[in-house]
Every structure is written in C-alpha cells, then in structure tokens.
C-alpha cells in the first residue's frame, strides 16, 4: 500500500513539475521567431519549389497567439463600413518569392473585407504594415527596394489578417519570404 502511495505522489510530483516548467521561458530565450520555410514562386505567382522545412505558410487556417494579433493592431484609414465574415476562397500567394525589389499579393474573398498585412524580422520588429478593403480576386505589391530596411539575403516573415464588421482579424496567417538582389544565383 506504501509502495502504491508512493508511486502516485511521484506521479503527481511529476505532471505538477512539468506542467509548472512548461509555463516557464528559459532565461537565454532571445523572443526571436524562426524563418526558415520558403515556398518558391516565380514573376507570375507559379509554385516552382520550396525551401526549408514545410509549415502553414500563406494558409487562412494558423491561429494567431496575442503578440501576433498584437501586430494588427495599427491605425488604418481603411473603415469596415460594409464589409462582412466572407469566405476566403484557397492560399495568399506572393511572388516572386525570393523578391529583389516588388512582390505581389494575390488572394480571392467572397464579399468586402479589409486585409492587413504586416512585414516582420526575426525579432518580431515591424518593417512595413498596410491595410486594403478588398472585395473578389485580389491583388495589391509590396515595394521591399530599400535595402537599408530589407537587407540582401535576410529572412522576413509576413502575417496577415482578414477583419470584417464586428469581426476582427477572423482570419490570420503567415508566410516567410526571402530578400535577394540575385534571384536567378543563391539566394538561400
């Protein structure tokens, strides 16, 4: 009976102590997020390969953790007079992916929404953020030129959200794309 008791205060010791570690930051954790998953598409938004690990990049599906959704919140002068909880048809898709200089966004929804997008380094530091009402097939460039801003070769990650009245951000996502000067030589 000794034995039995014993066995499960150590059990319970145990679920406590990992639960109560699994709450906890390591003290060298940097808050840094990682870019390393690459979906490659050329000058006119074909899929043409893939780079790194495979994720949820350019999907509608990722639940966004508070500092994500924390990102979206900037002020726009955009309003959500008029729009609605559309249906978003398919993936975001942004190419070229490497881009040197101009990189096109390319979605489809079914009804007026506004669409924010948001370009982040691996410290999470925004480097450019708009908001567009868009309503059907969609597309709108981002201008990533000033290198002083996107260095050659860095990572960059892209979140976006979709909000309509009385529904902010009701869908989110992300998706890295990669800054190179030479996208026909080695860009990873």
């Not at 040197?100 to 079914?110: E, F, K, R, T």
Request: charged letters at 20%; hydrophobic letters at 35%; glycine letters at 8%.
């Amino acid at each position: 009976m000794e034995s039995l008791q014993h066995r499960i205060a150590f059990i319970a010791f145990t679920i406590f102590t990992g639960i109560s570690l699994a709450g906890c930051k390591k003290s060298d954790d940097s808050g840094k997020i990682t870019i390393d998953g690459f979906y490659i598409t050329d000058a006119v938004g074909n899929h043409v390969g893939h780079h790194g690990p495979f994720d949820e990049d350019w999907t509608f599906g990722k639940e966004a953790t508070a500092e994500e959704l924390a990102l979206f919140n900037f002020p726009v002068t955009v309003t959500l007079d008029n729009t609605t909880e559309a249906a978003i048809n398919g993936q975001l898709v942004a190419y070229p992916n490497p881009v040197s200089s101009l990189q096109a966004y390319h979605g489809n929804v079914s009804d007026s929404v506004v669409f924010r997008l948001v370009v982040v380094n691996d410290n999470l530091q925004v480097l450019f953020k708009t908001a567009v009402k868009v309503k059907g097939t969609f597309d709108f460039q981002v201008s990533y030129s000033d290198r002083t801003t996107f260095p050659d070769k860095s990572s960059l990650r892209v979140y976006y959200s979709v909000s309509a009245l009385n529904k902010p951000n009701y869908k989110t996502g992300y998706g890295d794309i990669k800054i190179c000067d030479n996208t026909s030589g080695n860009c990873f």
